[in-house]
């Protein structure tokens, strides 16, 4: 569904919010459309790159990063775990800080 949703729009620049093997598929279906693909992961593997991940990756992020990066998104898409520390994650702040907002019902 978060692919569908954003070719239909086609906005050049998306961040994943967890990059793990969802994130990963989904930056693997949008990357032959020319999307920008922006990613957070809680941990990146040492001596693994995201950029050696088939060159998926534009620029990286940890938590503290998911901020800056979704003020330069168009669209943001997550793809966490539910626990305690990904409950609530999109809230006001995160939806303030990103470039522009819109809503699909």
Do not use: C
């Not at 990146?44 to 998911?66: A, C, F, H, Q, Y």
């Not at 994650?89 to 809503?103: C, P, Y």
């Amino acid at each position: 569904m978060a692919i569908y949703l954003t070719l239909g729009v086609l906005w050049k620049q998306v961040l994943i919010l967890g990059f793990g093997a969802i994130g990963v598929e989904i930056a693997k279906r949008l990357r032959p459309f020319g999307v920008k693909i922006l990613a957070t992961k809680r941990n990146w593997s040492e001596g693994k790159s995201p950029r050696d991940i088939n060159g998926l990756v534009d620029k990286t992020g940890g938590p503290k990063d998911m901020y800056e990066l979704a003020g330069e998104a168009d669209i943001v898409i997550t793809s966490l775990l539910l626990t305690k520390e990904t409950d609530g994650i999109v809230d006001h702040k995160l939806v303030a800080a990103m470039k522009r907002v819109s809503t699909f019902f």
